[in-house]
């Protein structure tokens, strides 16, 4: 991660020294802050696309969540932004965090997709002193489970309520912090809880099972069956992961397979983004994809097969094309009708 940023402030710094015979078409992309998956296979997209699409440049800031950024993309103020298919369900039906928000459902019609892929299993980490060694085990206890009104916090909210009753801030202690914060702050041993939403190994508990005991704590089959686990898990976006026992070393106390839930992600991008940009874009992404893979081995599940799972909104239609070149089938559902 700390190469991926390395390397994207260099290439922002050499396109300021080339001056104006380097003249580009800047466009401003929003995403997690660094920390999680999120964000290094969305900055990799931005990396990749200005390395390869010369005329084109993409502006990334990595703060906020998709549900700002979805907002903020439908007024037109956000060209490229990371999506949510959990968000784009609630944000099509003015629902959950946009109950408030009277215009969401207009303004997401102005959203379009280029590519989805799984955010990674939800892998609940803590430390083997804790005490925690079940879901059960958190009350009194104090819990990160993602970034203030993030759609991947209400859905591992739903999850932890559902397996065990329990009410964040009443019978646990939800901490509000980004997820860089948050990792740091289980390094610190300020969080007893730690939910990290990455695919697996995660880089962020590799490093911290170097040198510390962990276990991944997860449901249970019967937690899968209780009522509301089962009505978190049935929302769009929604799937069930394996995590191995020892995927992360000696340090890993788990001796059996940990199940957990997954949430779908992607890149979109704003309707009224030129055609032949959003191509461009997209090809150069899919074409030079192995330099997304070379940051580890967990990335290769960003893939065309997996490409239009899951996605929140229609294509756009530069993507539509590219995927079409490499016969891709196309759900009806994804082809925008305006």
Not at 23 to 29: N, T
Not at 66 to 80: C, I, P, Y
Not at 202 to 229: C, H
């Amino acid at each position: 991660m700390r190469k991926l940023r390395a390397t994207i402030a260099a290439a922002a710094i050499g396109a300021a020294l080339a001056g104006p015979a380097a003249a580009k078409d800047f466009y401003r992309m929003s995403t997690l802050a660094p920390g999680s998956t999120i964000y290094v296979i969305t900055a990799g997209f931005a990396q990749i696309v200005n390395k390869h699409v010369p005329d084109m440049e993409l502006q990334v800031n990595a703060t906020g969540t998709a549900v700002q950024f979805m907002l903020d993309a439908g007024r037109g103020n956000l060209d490229f932004f990371f999506s949510a298919a959990l968000t784009g369900y609630f944000m099509k039906s003015g629902s959950a965090m946009y109950a408030n928000v009277k215009d969401a459902p207009e303004l997401y019609k102005n959203l379009r997709g280029i590519f989805s892929f799984s955010s990674g299993a939800f892998q609940f980490v803590a430390y083997a002193d804790s005490g925690i060694k079940t879901l059960m085990d958190i009350k009194g206890k104090r819990v990160f489970l993602g970034p203030p009104s993030g759609g991947a916090t209400a859905f591992a909210e739903a999850l932890v309520e559902g397996a065990t009753g329990y009410k964040a801030g009443t019978d646990f202690e939800m901490a509000r912090l980004g997820f860089g914060a948050a990792q740091q702050a289980f390094q610190d041993r300020k969080i007893d809880l730690w939910l990290s939403s990455s695919l697996v190994p995660s880089a962020g508990i590799q490093e911290i099972a170097l040198t510390n005991k962990i276990r991944i704590v997860g449901l249970t089959a019967a937690d899968f069956e209780k009522p509301e686990v089962k009505k978190a898990m049935a929302l769009p976006g929604r799937s069930r992961e394996t995590i191995p026992p020892h995927v992360y070393g000696a340090n890993q106390l788990n001796t059996e397979p940990v199940e957990t839930g997954a949430a779908w992600v992607g890149v979109g991008v704003r309707k009224g983004v030129p055609d032949e940009v959003v191509y461009q874009a997209t090809k150069a992404f899919w074409d030079h994809i192995d330099e997304l893979y070379a940051q580890g081995e967990a990335l290769k599940n960003v893939s065309l097969a997996n490409a239009l799972k899951h996605m929140p909104t229609p294509l756009h239609p530069g993507a539509l094309r590219y995927y079409r070149e490499k016969g891709v089938a196309i759900p009806p559902e994804l082809i925008a009708q305006n």
